[in-house]
């Protein structure tokens, strides 16, 4: 008899531990579950160059210059959406209010798609947009983010470097450039 | 005598200079640069307690002295840091906006994590979202 409760105890213990639990979490918090590029390095980074960016001459001047967003290139060693980042860079500029954005490469062909569309016979022509009417931007931005990872037995050491640069389209200057340091040691 | 009269009157120039010039600087409802509003700020301990603030763990970590300037019509805050402990501590800190009515003038930052040394001070600074954000809190959290 005792040994079947004692099993018994213990299976509730085993069921109890293996009882999964979800609950929301602070999305602005520190995230450090591992040393990869996490959440808290996007919003870093995200708040950081926009910041910087609306004190650029360029930007600040007020006459809401036109930007489009070109490639962040990844040159780490894993795998980052640096297109997350960049969304999140024009976010925080559009609600910023100094900087409108023009179209971007990926987004040329769904724009094109429904220009196209309005064109069509289903729609009516004095409501329809016309071909020839967009706006070009008079500045790009583009940037890269690099890593460097050392690790020794117990340690690993990662440091990110993301930069950021604003081109004067019409003449090829660069307006503004900035940069984010990011460093994160995991030790066990 | 002469020498003694001449330099009285340049001590008594320069006193009334400086002060004119504090006072020149301040306008009414700011000190040190920051919005301050209808509470009475008499000293750089005072602006630091009413702008800043802690959230969740509370840390050893003090904001020690706190500037406000204008960048364009974005308000650009430096605020030093100080671990005054033997020990390197980490927090994370943000600002929080706030606009002309006490309403939150921008979406909620996100916590910024911070390593301080032992015996050591760290100048943070901000820039504010937009042209809204016309007061702040500092607001600090330990990472430990």
């Known amino acids: 008899m005792k040994k079947y409760l004692a099993l018994a105890a213990a299976a509730a213990l085993i069921g109890g531990c293996a009882h999964e639990q979800t609950r929301y979490g602070d999305a602005r918090g520190v995230e450090t579950v591992t040393n990869e590029f996490g959440s808290t390095d996007l919003q870093l980074i995200a708040e950081s160059m926009a910041r910087s960016m609306q004190q650029a001459p360029a930007i600040a001047s007020g006459n809401l210059p036109i930007v489009t967003v070109q490639e962040v290139k990844n040159k780490t060693s894993e795998y980052i959406d640096t297109r997350a980042i960049t969304d999140s860079i024009r976010s925080e500029l559009q ?18 798609d429904e220009i196209k569309r309005q064109q069509s016979e289903y729609y009516a022509k004095e409501s329809a947009v016309e ?39 019409r003449n090829g200057l660069l307006e503004w450039s900035d940069e984010k340091e990011i460093r994160k040691t995991t030790t066990r | 005598m002469k020498t003694t009269l001449t330099l009285a009157a340049l001590a008594t120039m320069a006193l009334a200079v400086g002060c004119a010039t504090k006072k020149g600087f301040e306008q009414p409802g700011f000190a040190f640069g920051c919005p301050i509003g209808d509470t009475k700020v008499s000293s750089m301990d005072d602006l630091v307690k009413s702008k800043t603030a802690m959230e969740g763990r509370r840390t050893t970590i003090q904001a020690t002295e706190m500037r406000c300037t204008k960048a364009g019509d974005l308000m650009k805050i430096d605020a030093n840091l100080n671990n005054d402990s033997k020990t390197v501590k980490r927090i994370a800190y943000k600002f929080r906006w706030i606009d002309r009515e006490g309403i939150r003038a921008a979406e909620e930052e996100s916590w910024k994590p911070l390593m301080m040394y032992e015996n050591s001070n760290l100048m943070v600074n901000a820039v504010a979202p937009n042209p809204k954000a016309v007061d702040f809190r500092l607001i600090l959290m330990s990472q430990e």
Do not use: C, H
């Open chain 1, 95 to 112: 609600k910023g209010g100094k900087v409108r954005f023009a179209v971007d490469a990926p987004g040329m062909t769904p724009q094109v």
């Open chain 1, 131 to 169: 071909k020839g009417q967009m706006v070009g931007a008079q500045y790009r931005m583009e940037g890269n983010i690099t890593s460097i990872v050392k690790q020794v037995r117990d340690t690993k050491d990662v440091y990110y470097k993301f930069n950021l640069q604003l081109w004067n389209i």
